[in-house]
């Protein structure tokens, strides 16, 4: 097993890549350059936790390479699993999969809901 810390650019982003199985150096510098870039973000808050990924041994296996992370951004949670037939395509999959769960935590207090105004016959505005 390996496990590494990045950081990330102009953040103070710590992100322990773990690996299990066959992963080879070069996927697991594929993945922490995805990883980096996914949670290289201007104004997010302090970043950290851990990806996990995981190649089965068994050769009848159809998507061999699994991934699971879990970042903290801030006080909020961004849970992340994908599974795929390479590692380039896992990593490509995972970046994808924290931009999205990165985006969601930035925009999150900027668009919380609004709760529309009771109806009239519960104290609301009258017409």
Do not use: F, N
């Not at 690996?19 to 990883?35: C, M, P």
């Not at 896992?90 to 994808?96: E, M, S, T, V, W």
């Amino acid at each position: 097993m390996t496990a590494k810390d990045i950081g990330t650019r102009g953040t103070t982003a710590t992100v322990r890549v773990r690996a299990d199985g066959e992963v080879d150096e070069e996927s697991l510098a594929y993945l922490r350059e995805k990883v980096g870039t996914a949670l290289d973000r201007p104004g997010l808050p302090p970043v950290s936790g851990e990806v996990r990924v995981l190649r089965a041994s068994a050769h009848h296996v159809e998507l061999p390479w699994s991934a699971g992370a879990d970042i903290r951004i801030g006080s909020h949670l961004v849970t992340v699993h994908a599974r795929e037939a390479t590692a380039r395509e896992l990593a490509d999959r995972l970046h994808d999969r924290l931009c999205a769960g990165t985006e969601r935590v930035a925009h999150r207090d900027a668009a919380t809901r609004r709760t529309a105004a009771p109806p009239p016959w519960r104290g609301g505005p009258q017409k």
